[in-house]
Nanobody, 127 residues
Framework: QLQLVESGGGLVQPGGSLRLSCAAS????????IGWFRQAPGKEREGVSC????????YYADSVKGRFTISRDNAKNTVYLQMNSLKPEDTAVYYC????????????????????WGQGTQVTVSS
């Protein structure tokens, strides 16, 4: 059974850091583009970051550029999202997603481009 499991969320003060993990089971992440998305209450799901399967090309939303870093460890079948300088507006449920792409050098930035989704992990930034 193909499954993605996020972990690492929690409560953090503004300016703090968290590292989210997205672990895959039942399939190998090597050939998949991986995206991180978030959804705050009353808002649509938005793309945060993604990484391609080949060359590790990355994308970041303007709102997180310079603060978040996506990386993949294929040996551990896991993708990470390092989040620094967190702000209250980063509060949301964070989801990882995986998809196969025709080109291994790109990653979709729209949620509709992804086939497999994790269950989400809550990130709350508050003092």
């Amino acid at each position: 059974q193909l499954q993605l499991v996020e972990s690492g969320g929690g409560l953090v003060q503004p300016g703090g850091s968290l590292r989210l993990s997205c672990a895959a089971s039942g399939f190998t992440l090597d050939y998949y583009a991986i995206g991180w998305f978030r959804q705050a209450p009353g808002k649509e799901r938005e793309g945060v970051s993604c990484i391609s399967s080949i060359d590790g090309n990355t994308y970041y939303a303007d709102s997180v550029k310079g603060r978040f870093t996506i990386s993949r460890d294929n040996a551990k079948n896991t993708v990470y999202l390092q989040m620094n300088s967190l702000k209250p507006e980063d509060t949301a449920v964070y989801y990882c997603a995986a998809t196969l792409t025709s080109s291994g050098y790109v990653c979709p930035t729209n949620p509709s481009g992804y086939y497999y989704w994790g269950q989400g992990t809550q990130v709350t930034v508050s003092s």
